[in-house]
């Protein structure tokens, strides 16, 4: 159109116009719109060209107003093609466009330097960026920025494909993983000229790929750490073994590895050990068995190997993973706890007494040998039959009663009943039978045990019988009669001790026996009776007892332990003895004797006597007469009657007292035998404390008296050695008197040896000068002392073959000693 208005084919304005008219046409509407239009300009075209005399006829003529009109036509089939061109490709972006939206990944184009220059809608909707895609960067994790372009840097200097795991930013601000693949797009000649990539979502598959690996890391710690030996094995051997069976073994993994692991096991295991892998392997079986296996100590232990076999990854052939524990002790406590049930069994079947075991419902489940034996059923029978006939008529009912109890209640019971044996007679059983119960308390059984006590139960009748008369001898005893339990707590006392004292054996239990004792003698009863009891000796003690009527009566009450074959003292058996007459007479007898005791103290020969007289009577002959003198002299004096007649009345009496000892010297030194019995030391002590404390001026003085337990009798002549006692008592305490001290007296009675007794009697006073002439006759250290007391005790002591001697305290003081033999350690007989 431009070539026609230019050559004038026509005019300038009219071609302008109807080339833009044909292009705006062809873009804006398309090919039929065109056409249209330039149908119309070749109509007219045509009609100005045939108009003669028309004023718009163009320069040229006909054949020009053609050839532009062809030029019209070429031009709209030349836009016309080219726009479809266009439209085509306007279509093919739009669907490349619908598609990259629809994908479920992020898609994107980038120019051959790694621009983007388009990214789909997810793209757009997950990092939050324009469409354009501009500044996308931003959205890639710093840490994986520079690796990740290095990476697509190198391939795409190579022209290689790419691929790779990066972490991209949401528009929340959450990092994800993703993985990147991107392809490149080539021209005919090679060069790239776009590269198409697309990025998938893989955080979960990553958190899975995290989990499995942390899992695999717990796997692998749990079975370095499990408490078990752990390995996998192939059809070839050994291909993995655990931390702890290198641990225990000692060697390293591959020591053990294939069959090395075979030269541990302990040899006489060895050959079953291996012949259990092979069966196991060869049947694609599982495996258990039991062997012995050395360690890094060179000492075996027991283990217990399970193994289950496995098909491989591959799926072509099976490998069998194995646990081996440690057992060696459950196992030497398997074999003990068997060969205990081995005991126990031959226990319970040997086991000379009847053993059952009864289900909840009382139904007899198990009976012993024994049982069978006396029954003469068996568990079978006594489930049809039962057991009940077998019980004595006399006993049917109470033990009905008890067996009832404890099905019903679960209440225990243990009682003595008779049954009939297999040979048809009756026997005494004690049977006890107890509820076995669970955690819960539910009753799972019964267990019972019956021992045969028909022999007892018949002694035990005998016994009964002979305690029976026993007790009627022992009431008919005239004398009292008891018996205690080794702690003393009372267990018979006979009629005559219950009539005598008012109480029964109930009333006197708890050590109630002792108000009966007098209140002076309680105390020392019950320290002596309590000796007897701890050391287990025989005692004999005097003292009063209160009679029911009030009235206190001495008796001497004596007390010996029974003892079983191993010595232990099964029970105690006493009797007490009237003496209230003897003693009373002794005690007149003593009253007596003390009057001739300060005459009968010279213990010299006999031949002094006559000497001894002559000389005692010619001073007291002068003292009698002064005496007389001094009386009349005074009678005539106007001094003091009464001071001066008392004085004179002393010298008569002593006079007097002193002519009447004279007269039984020579009766004492006379060698007549004594009289010995056996006499118990502590009572002799305490008779000859008493006999002092009877003074009223001595009886305040304290004695400290330590007798020793268990002190065996003496065999004396007992007033005598009461005298000696009594005379050193009297002379330490006289030693005492006017002293600014405290006075002190101590007597203590202990064995030397286990024939000698020792006697010591020990003051605070003054001591004395000399300790061996004090024993010689006539050498006193008192005013009014005669100095005859010593040497008659001295001699006295020596007559019974002992020994008396003097030595003063370290400190205050002086302690006589009394040495004498021991008697047979036995209770002296009583005489009428």
């Given amino acids: 159109m431009l070539l026609a208005a230019t050559f004038g084919w026509l005019p300038h304005s009219i071609g302008v116009v109807a080339v833009l008219f044909i ?31 028309s004023q718009l006829k163009a320069g040229g003529g006909l054949l020009e107003t053609s050839l532009c009109i062809a030029c019209v036509w070429i031009s709209i089939a030349i836009a016309s093609n080219r726009n479809s061109d266009e439209e085509a490709i306007r279509r093919s972006e739009k669907e490349l466009r619908a598609v990259m939206d629809t994908i479920p990944a992020m898609v994107c184009i980038a120019l051959p330097d790694g621009s983007v220059v388009s990214i789909n809608r997810r793209w757009i909707e997950y990092v939050g960026l324009s469409p354009t895609g501009m500044n996308w960067k931003a959205a890639i994790h710093p840490d994986d920025l520079e690796r990740h372009f290095e990476a697509f840097r190198k391939c795409s200097a190579a022209g290689v494909s790419f691929e790779d795991e990066v972490r ?39 958190r899975t790929e995290e989990a499995l690996r942390v899992a695999e890391h717990e796997a692998r710690e749990l079975l370095e750490r499990v408490p078990a030996m752990i390995s996998l094995r192939t059809v070839v051997g050994i291909t993995y073994t655990n931390q702890r069976i290198h641990n225990y073994v000692g060697v390293e993994q591959q020591a053990l590895h294939g069959g090395g692991w075979q030269k541990y096991i302990h040899p006489e295991d060895r050959e079953r050990a291996l012949a259990n892998q092979a069966r196991s392997t060869g049947k694609i079986e599982p495996m258990d068995h039991l062997f012995r296996l050395r360690g890094a100590d060179g000492a075996y232990r027991w283990f217990r190997t399970i193994a289950e076999p496995y098909l491989s990854v591959d799926g072509k052939s099976y490998c069998w993973y194995g646990v081996a524990t440690d057992i060696d002790e459950l196992y030497r406590s398997r074999e003990l706890l068997r060969e205990k049930e081995l005991q126990l069994y031959l226990l319970t079947e040997n086991l ?31 489930q049809q039959k039962g057991w009940t006939d077998l019980l004595h008529p006399d006993d049917f009912e109470e033990t009905s009663v008890h067996w009832n109890r404890l099905l019903t209640k679960g209440l225990e019971y243990d009682t003595v009943h008779r049954f009939m044996c297999a040979d048809g007679q009756y026997r005494w059983f004690h049977t006890s039978v107890a509820a076995y119960r669970d955690d819960t308390g539910k009753t799972i059984a019964f267990h019972g045990i019956m021992l045969d006590t028909t022999d007892h139960k018949a002694a035990e009748l ?101 003892r079983d074959e191993d ?14 007459e003897r003693k009373r007479t002794e005690d007149h007898l003593r009253e ?48 003091n009657f009464s001071e001066a007649m008392t004085s004179i009345e002393r010298v008569l009496r002593d006079g007097r ?27 002799i002590i305490r008779e000859a404390i008493r006999f002092v404390q009877e003074d009223a001026n001595r009886a305040e003085i304290p004695i400290d008296v330590q007798i020793a337990a268990n002190l065996p009798p003496i065999v004396v002549e007992q007033i005598q050695i009461q005298e000696v006692l009594i005379n050193l008592i009297s002379n330490g305490i006289e030693a005492m008197e006017s002293k600014a001290r405290p006075p002190r007296l101590m007597i203590r009675a202990t064995l030397v040896n286990e024939s000698e007794l020792l006697v010591e009697v020990i003051d605070n006073g003054s001591g004395l000068k000399d300790t061996q002439s004090i024993f010689d006759a006539f050498v006193t250290t008192k005013e009014k002392g005669m100095g005859i007391g010593l040497a008659v005790s001295r001699s006295i002591i020596e007559a019974h073959d002992g020994q008396l001697w003097a030595e003063n305290n370290p400190d205050y003081g002086a302690k006589f000693s009394v040495k004498l033999p021991c008697g047979a350690r036995r209770v002296p007989r009583l005489e009428s």
């Avoid at 009847?354 to 006594?382: C, H, M, W």
Wanted: proline share 4%; aromatic share 10%.
């Fill in 23 to 53: 292009v705006v046409l062809v873009k804006r509407f398309g090919k039929f719109e065109a056409q249209l239009a330039a149908t119309t300009f070749t109509v007219v075209s045509a009609l100005f060209a045939l108009a003669p005399h």
């Fill in 168 to 206: 991209l930013r949401r528009a929340d601000g959450e990092f994800r993983w993703f993985v990147v693949a991107a392809e490149p797009f080539r021209d005919e000649q090679g060069r790239i000229l776009k590269w198409y990539g697309i990025g998938t979502d893989i955080e979960d598959r990553k």
């Fill in 352 to 382: 000379p007494a009847v053993l059952f075991k009864a289900a909840p419902d009382g139904s007899i489940v198990y009976i012993n040998q024994k049982g069978i034996e006396y029954s003469g059923r068996t568990a079978e029978d006594l």
């Fill in 462 to 562: 005998a016994l009964q019988e002979s305690e029976q008369q026993m007790q009627r001898m022992m009431d008919t005893v005239p004398s009292i009669l008891w018996s205690v339990a080794p702690d003393g707590r009372a267990v018979f006392i006979n009629k005559k001790a219950r009539d005598y004292i008012g109480l029964t054996v109930d009333q006197i239990q708890d050590w109630g026996w002792i108000q009966v004792i007098h209140p002076e003698e309680r105390e020392y009863v019950v320290q002596e009776f309590k000796k007897a009891l701890a050391i287990g000796s025989s005692f004999g003690i005097e003292h009063r007892t209160r009679r029911a009527d009030g009235i206190y009566r001495w008796h001497i009450c004596r007390g010996e332990p029974l």
């Fill in 567 to 580: 010595g232990r003292i099964v029970q105690w058996f006493g009797l007490d003895i009237d003496i209230d």
């Fill in 592 to 639: 007596t004797r003390d009057k001739l005791a300060r005459a009968s103290r010279v213990a010299t020969v006999a031949e002094l006597s006559a000497s001894i007289a002559h000389e005692l009577n010619q001073p007291l002959t002068a003292v009698m007469a002064n005496a007389q003198a001094s009386r009349r002299w005074l009678s005539n004096s106007p001094p």
């Fill in 657 to 683: 007292v002193a002519d009447q000892r004279m007269q039984h010297i020579r009766a004492l030194f006379k060698q007549q035998p004594l009289r010995k019995k056996h006499a118990w030391p502590s009572q």
